[in-house]
């Protein structure tokens, strides 16, 4: 039985809760093509937790899989599961929004209801978190920048399908069909212009990530 998940997942800071949902949550975040943050934060994790440990994205050092499960007008771009430095290579399809995160924490305890995982993952941001982001498109910083905004959002409630080869190197009917909510910072660039880009993550010591980008004509 399952008592307690925790990873930590280097690309941005998200307390994602797995539980009961009884509560009814609304996000405030701006909407970008008819979904607010928080949906495309959930969109977000569908993708990550479904790739198999050996093309996930979040596990690859060198840009190689960062094509994986890519489908629809927002492109996601991984972290580094359990921290660290990395630079990638990737091509991402002309007229793409490009979709990150900080880090990320996951959590399993289903004796809890949704409002304390909620303000559970409230109170796992310190305060000064904000301080500790930084990121940069081709050397010009885009935190806060109302184009390119860095933006905390909880999630709505959502599920997740797991591979049998899974990157918790657990039991897919352990995973599979917990009511996930996720809290976070995130940041959803606009469709970039034809050509090379460089982007580049940092949250303090714990992750530093750095894309290539080459956006195709």
């Known amino acids: 039985m399952l008592k307690k998940i925790k990873h ?11 539980s009961t949902p009884n509560v009814t949550y609304a ?4 909407a970008v093509l008819g979904k607010t943050i928080g949906e495309w934060s959930a969109k977000w994790w569908q993708w990550a937790l479904a790739a198999s440990a050996s093309s996930n994205p979040m596990i690859d050092n060198t840009g190689a899989n960062c094509n994986v499960s ?4 927002v492109w996601f771009l991984a972290g580094v599961w359990g921290g660290g430095t990395v630079e990638r290579n990737c091509t991402v399809p ?15 305890t289903p004796d809890l209801k949704e409002a304390n995982w909620r303000q559970l993952a409230n109170d796992f941001l310190p305060p000064s978190i904000g301080g500790d982001l930084e990121a940069t498109l081709n050397g010009t910083p885009i935190i806060f920048n109302p184009q390119t905004p860095i933006i905390r959002s909880q999630s709505p409630v959502f599920t997740a399908k797991f591979p049998d080869e899974n990157i918790f190197e657990l039991p897919t009917d352990i995973l599979t069909g917990f009511p996930i909510v996720s809290d976070g910072f995130w940041v959803m660039l606009p469709p970039l212009d034809p050509g090379l880009h460089v982007l580049n993550f940092r ?7 750095t894309y290539h980008l080459t956006v195709a004509d």
């Open 8 to 18: 930590v997942i280097a690309a941005g800071f998200i307390a994602s809760i797995l």
């Open 70 to 73: 890519q489908k629809g007008p």
């Open 203 to 209: 949250a303090g010591t714990s992750q530093n990530i």
């Open 94 to 108: 002309n007229g793409k929004y490009i979709f990150n995160a900080f880090w990320l924490n996951s959590i399993d």
């Open 27 to 30: 996000d405030a975040t701006p």
